[in-house]
């Protein structure tokens, strides 16, 4: 059960399911809202708002906490410089810092712009 009182698997939809990326859409809004947590092992996020387009990227500790997720789609200053996408640490959102995408982040990111490019 979520701090909101909804059950687990019930405040989201599944739009597409790729390996272990998991294409999601938040029911109660238009506007995104990523997943805090998930009961699958290994599992990647991809939060779509109610335009369709992609949002987050969200990756998970071993515990099923948030620790890191890749914002797509607005500006965040990193070391005085606009970053898009960018990276942000933490379980709520901020609280370790942000970064730049390395070269792993990017391949990802290529990935599941591909991947929803192909699916729409």
Sequence with gaps: ISDVGKEYGTEYDTILKYQNIKFVKYKDSKSAKSPMETMSKGRIYVTVNGQNELVYITYYDSDGKRKRQIDLNHYHEID?????????????????????????????????????????
């Design 80 to 120: 005085g410089k606009k970053e898009k996408p960018h990276i942000h640490n933490g379980y709520e959102h901020d609280e370790n810092g942000s970064e730049r995408l390395g070269d792993k982040e990017k391949k990802i990111v290529d990935k599941i712009n591909y991947i929803w490019d192909y699916y729409k």
